[in-house]
């Protein structure tokens, strides 16, 4: 299950910042008793009572301003909204109730999603201050007191933010209905895929890098199955990354990540696997998702013998951390080979869930060892017990062993590559665990 949001507003220099360096538990967010200071949203996990959930850092909300800067930083804010469960929005007690408190609880309040009022700056132990009663006038119910700088009431805003998630609604969707992301940089040609598949011009297409700017979920169903399509904005590199905008929609894309079965990797044939593209393609891997190369506009490629062969070659060698994940080549303008990504889809969610028994999966291990004997250092030799799935999506294995400084990570990918040979696992990354046995979890 994706985890929640939280996205952290509020007019500008009431503390949003030091707040969310004291959730994120490190010093993320530059801090400066200046207004307008974080005009990019940062965002990190944090635990509470057991649950992770990311937390979200706005710029503030100037509500009436016409300095571009500042409508960049209410539109970041408010795209930000868009994307929480729920929302935390901090006040300055020192300062009263102001006007722009007034508008942004106005704007809060017509986004349906649960609201948690902030009184921050109450910086004594004890009974709250007499101006926390003011904050009522905003209409969002009692206002928690904090001292974000002192840490102050930390605990008791975390708690209420784990009480929210229980009101928030999660995304239900039918068992049989696949999830899949659409990633990769700008102009790769995500949005000329959906357009193909969906046989309209559902997603706005353009030659300008950077045109979607959002995640955009589009359901289809077909004679191979029902699917929910994500074409998620062009990731750029970090460097390129002026706007808020665009940061915003790099957040968008991993969420989408996140939430998918499959991910499609989107490359241009005409570039070739760039640095980008490696590190678009890594999101993916570590999230454990389901992952397809997708080769696109390989019409304006030249062909000789081998031309295919050749070019697979070279993707593997650049995306070598991704040799499990099949390649398919199309032309999302021609519609070549696009009807082969529905199975190759429902191939690799299949195999993304697959479980495989531990008595069987105890004989392939068995063989393996056979095979291929445990290394050994200094006279002692590696023991391996057994080993046992534990869960799916990604498969994920924990093997007992003796002593886990014996077991060399690439007599673990062995292990690896002998399952693969017997069960598969095409297009999906395994996680092992390697446990001593008695060790608890």
Known sequence: MAKKVVAIVGRPNVGKSTLFNVFAGEKISIIKDVPGVTRDRVYADCTWRGTTFQIIDTGGIELESDDIILKQMRRQAMLAMDIA???????DVKAGVTQSDLAVAEMLRKTKKPVILVCNKC????KPPMELYEFYNLGLGDPIPISANGKLGIGELLDEIYYKFDNVENEIEDEETIRVAI???????KSSLINKILGEDRVIVSDIAGTTRDSIDTSFKNKYGKYIFV???GIRRKNKVYDTLEKYSVLKAMN???????CLIMIDATEGVTEQDEKIAGLAHEAGKGVIIVINKWDLVEKETNTMAVYKKKVYEKLAYLSYAPIIFISAMTGQRVNNIF????????QNALRVPTGLLNDTLSEAIAITQPPSDKGRRLKIYYMTQVSIRPPT???????KPLMHFSYVRYIENHLRKQFGFIGTPIHMIIREKGEKE
């Open 85 to 91: 469960d729920v929302i935390v929005f901090i006040t």
């Open 123 to 126: 910086d004594r132990v004890g």
């Open 183 to 189: 990633i990769g940089k700008p102009n790769a040609g």
């Open 231 to 233: 074409d998620t904005a």
């Open 256 to 262: 989408a990540i996140e939430k998918a079965d499959v």
């Open 343 to 350: 199975e190759m889809i429902n191939k690799v969610n299949e």
């Open 397 to 403: 294995f924990v093997i007992f062993v003796n002593s």
